[in-house]
């Protein structure tokens, strides 16, 4: 059974901060796919990035970062020098190529 | 380009009332098609997926139906509403999950 962890239920930090959003995941498939989305409080997902079981390098956009390591099933999304706007909930989600699942998701709130 | 459109975007519905929420997908054939609820602060919940037309799968027995009448309408359906269907409805569309979910911009589900 697939199935994706976000422990941190609320994050808050000051503008500038940097913050870190852990996502661990269980599959027993061998190919897989991981994902984070954004949720603004508009409430529409916003896709941020695809990963495959295959390639665990780490990728960097603007201020934003994830680290991916199979030996510990982790996909971890860290913001760089938060802004305001970066404020949402934050789901991971792990994909077998048929169907997704969510992690809980994780509010952040970034504090002017 | 792909696009999904999903209304009403805000619906208050009498406890015992019918609904129907409808999502279409445009520039796409054949897509894998979704319906999520999230319940307030909560996270994503699947309800149904679709990955051809007339078939559907349910995730969880509850007081909600979905229909695929065409390849590129969902539609979700209640008979009669309860007052724990109020909840954020999403509907997604994906390529066979490999490359995410894109979401439509949700119904806000209110029933008093």
């Known amino acids: 059974a697939q199935k994706v962890t976000q422990a941190q239920t609320e994050i808050s930090v000051v503008e500038k901060e940097d913050v870190t959003l852990d996502c661990v995941y269980e599959?027993?498939?061998?190919?897989?796919?991981l994902f984070w989305y954004k949720q603004p409080p508009s409430g529409e997902l916003v896709f941020l990035i695809r990963?495959?079981?295959?390639?665990?390098q780490n990728e960097i956009s603007g201020r934003y970062s994830w680290n991916f390591q199979k030996s510990t099933s982790s996909f971890n999304f860290t913001i760089t020098a938060s802004q305001v706007v970066d404020s949402a909930v934050y789901f991971c989600?792990?994909?077998?190529?048929?169907?997704?699942?969510f992690g809980a998701g994780t509010r952040l709130t970034v504090k002017p | 380009s792909q696009t999904i459109h999903q209304w009403p975007a805000t619906l208050v519905q009498p406890v015992g009332s019918p609904l129907s929420l409808e999502c279409t997908v445009e520039g796409t054939s054949n897509p894998n098609l979704y319906w999520y609820r999230q319940a307030a602060g909560r996270g994503l919940q699947l309800l149904f997926y679709s990955v051809g037309i007339g078939q559907i799968s349910s995730e969880v027995p509850q007081n909600l139906s979905a229909s695929r009448p065409q390849d590129r309408q969902f539609i979700l359906s209640s008979k009669k509403l309860l007052l724990s269907d109020s909840g954020f409805y999403l509907c997604a569309w994906s390529n066979r999950g490999i490359n995410g979910y894109t979401f439509g911009s949700g119904t806000r589900l209110t029933v008093v």
């Open positions: 990963r495959n079981s295959f390639d665990e």
């Open positions: 599959t027993r498939d061998t190919t897989y796919y």
């Open positions: 989600a792990l994909s077998d190529g048929n169907d997704m699942r």
